[in-house]
């Protein structure tokens, strides 16, 4: 366990990304534990996931960013137990003064009641409809929405008001909500982005290892497809020397599962993120980590991350245009490159609240 961890002796991350719990950038202290040799024998236990509650006082989310194609965002929870050690959503943690290492992956935050705040959010007079996207930060079904359903009350407030409506997942759990997520894509009202990085099934349980097998997510694909759902893969995010040769082997399994589109985002490694993917190289494949960082500074300028706009998502250079050279002759074999139809937002009509007088026309 490296140097910075903060697990006490005796603790197990089984199944989780990250090997530590490094302190966030906000903290004014450190941790590290240490044995100071009282003890002769120590408990074996299991990190396990915890879940906090939030009243949430808002729920949408505006960006101005000009390189994302959507600005409005809900995030059902912080944090994510899928614990993919390469998500860029991390650092985000430090701001409620938890780790963006194991604390990200084992201490959540659902948002329940979220639904009731986007209600009377979308019944402002002011408002004005453009697509909401749900799961650019931290995934909204993943496995502690079983239990909690804080998505499934999101999406049907959406679907109530013809709101049109962007998912970014790879649980499975959005099979659940074919009922409503089907008739809303029948209206133009929904899409759907199934994420996927590798088919090698021994690579993804060390990489994501509360996520759903590469097999089982081509499910996904196909059960979405059949339902009538449009479904964008995402190649996100595509790791040079140690994923970017699987490239045209993922592009023609989700064609064949149903994808209707693709898209590919090189990894980002910002602030803390870095330091956690380089522990995770180091232990779990030691033998491509300097090529691995040597690719993706490469692709960054010599830096680990290039925040900038326009290059933050793809990177430059070399390598950053064989990957795009690659993709794009793939896509155009697999007919992937279509340009899915934009969402409607001629629909959005808000339904009657209780109480309301209803008109006699």
Request: charged share 25%.
């Amino acid at each position: 366990m490296p140097s910075h961890s903060s697990l006490l002796p005796g603790d197990r991350a089984r199944a989780r990304g990250a090997t530590s719990n490094v302190a966030g950038r906000y903290e004014a202290t450190t941790r590290e534990a240490m044995d100071d040799g009282w003890e002769t024998e120590h408990d074996d236990r299991l990190l396990q996931t915890e879940v906090r509650v939030e009243q949430p006082r808002s729920a949408l989310t505006f960006n101005r960013s000009p390189d994302l194609p959507f600005d409005r965002s809900i995030n059902p929870y912080r944090g994510c137990e899928h614990g993919c050690i390469y998500c860029f959503a991390r650092p985000s943690h430090a701001w409620l003064n938890l780790s963006p290492g194991l604390d990200f992956e084992t201490k959540l935050i659902a948002r329940p009641g979220i639904a009731a705040v986007l209600e009377r959010e979308l019944r402002a007079k002011s408002y004005l409809p453009q697509p909401i996207a749900i799961g650019t930060n931290t995934d909204p079904y993943q496995p502690v929405e079983a239990k909690w359903k804080v998505m499934r009350e999101v999406v049907e407030v959406l679907a109530a008001f013809n709101h049109p409506l962007a998912i970014t997942t790879k649980g499975t759990l959005i099979e659940r909500d074919i009922d409503i997520l089907a008739p809303m894509a029948a209206q133009g009202l929904l899409r759907v982005g199934i994420s996927i990085t590798t088919l090698d099934p021994g690579l993804s349980r060390k990489m994501e290892p509360r996520a759903a097998a590469p097999a089982r997510r081509l499910a996904v694909i196909r059960r979405l497809a059949e339902a009538g759902i449009p479904v964008r893969a995402m190649i996100a995010p595509v790791i040079p020397g140690l994923t970017d040769h699987e490239l045209e082997p993922i592009l023609a399994a989700v064609q064949e599962a149903g994808a209707g589109a693709a898209s590919w985002i090189m990894l980002r490694l910002p602030r803390e993120v870095s330091d956690l993917f380089q522990d995770w190289l180091a232990e779990a494949v030691p033998g491509r980590a300097t090529k691995v960082m040597a690719r993706v500074r490469e692709t960054h300028g010599g830096r680990d991350y290039d925040p900038s706009w326009g290059k933050r998502m793809r990177g430059e250079g070399l390598w950053s245009r064989l990957i795009a050279q690659r993709f794009d002759k793939a896509v155009a074999r697999l007919g992937l490159n279509q340009q899915m139809p934009p969402l409607r937002r001629d629909l959005f009509r808000p339904p009657p609240a209780r109480g309301d007088q209803l008109s006699l026309f």
